[in-house]
Each structure stands twice: as structure tokens, then as C-alpha cells.
């Protein structure tokens, strides 16, 4: 199995909601941390939120208030819920775990020494 698996992915309108999710079973019972970066086409890469082993969150400044990042408590399972959605949310959203439990939610410093998934689509139309 691959060490990181998205899903939930999808299209949805304007004001809408999704439910990604990331298997991370791989990293149970490990002190890692996990998050969500997102890629747009012909846009750089973007942190979105990170959850590190103790439960602290870290948000990018478009997705507070909107987005949550939650894991279970066997830590094998990531989220990503995500309402209020907008057309420039539109994205492939990739899981991604940090070995170094960093919880700083910047694409300059998580998962430099970590894994990342092979992303989920979402597309959000006007």
C-alpha cells in the first residue's frame, strides 16, 4: 500500500463542501506530522493546513474559517473538510506527511523530510 492514499475529491458549485481524506496508516503510532498542500495549474504550490502528533493545527490565511484539519485518534486517518467553497480553491490537494512533526504550515519548511500522496482533484465551477 502506498504510504499516503487521498480521497473525497471532486466537483462541486460555488459555497459548496468536501470531505477529503488521506490514509496514513503507514504512519501509525509514529510522531509525525500531517497536512494538506494544494497545486493549482500554472500556480505555485500552497500550504493549506497542517496537523502535527499533538494535535496542534496551523492554517494558511485563505483557509481559516472555512477549512479543517482533523485526524483520528489512531492517527491513520487525515481530513480535510473544507466549506464555503470558492472557484480559486479549484486545485489537486496532496497529503503529505513531515517527519520532523514540524507544525509550521509553510510549503518552505513542511514535508522537506516527509512523503507526499498523489493528490486528490477539486474542482469548484462559478
Known amino acids: 500500500q502506498a504510504p499516503l492514499v487521498e480521497s473525497g475529491g471532486g466537483s462541486v458549485e460555488t459555497g459548496g463542501s468536501l470531505r477529503l481524506s488521506c490514509s496514513a496508516s503507514?504512519?501509525?503510532?509514529?510522531?509525525?506530522?500531517l497536512g494538506w498542500f494544494r497545486e493549482a495549474p500554472g500556480k505555485q504550490r500552497e500550504a493549506v493546513a497542517v496537523?502535527?502528533?499533538?494535535?496542534?493545527?496551523e492554517y494558511t490565511d485563505f483557509a481559516k474559517g472555512r477549512f479543517a484539519i482533523s485526524r483520528d485518534s489512531a492517527q491513520t486517518q487525515l481530513y480535510l473538510q473544507m466549506n464555503s467553497l470558492k472557484p480559486e480553491d479549484t486545485a489537486m490537494y496532496y497529503c503529505?506527511?513531515?517527519?520532523?512533526?514540524?507544525?509550521?504550515?509553510?510549503?518552505?519548511?513542511?514535508?522537506?523530510?516527509?512523503?507526499w500522496g498523489q493528490g486528490t482533484q477539486v474542482t469548484v465551477s462559478s
Open positions: 503529505v506527511v513531515d517527519y520532523l512533526d514540524s507544525s509550521i504550515c509553510s510549503t518552505s519548511y513542511f514535508g522537506r523530510r516527509g512523503h
Open positions: 503507514r504512519y501509525a503510532g509514529t510522531r509525525y506530522s
Open positions: 496537523i502535527d502528533s499533538d494535535g496542534t493545527t
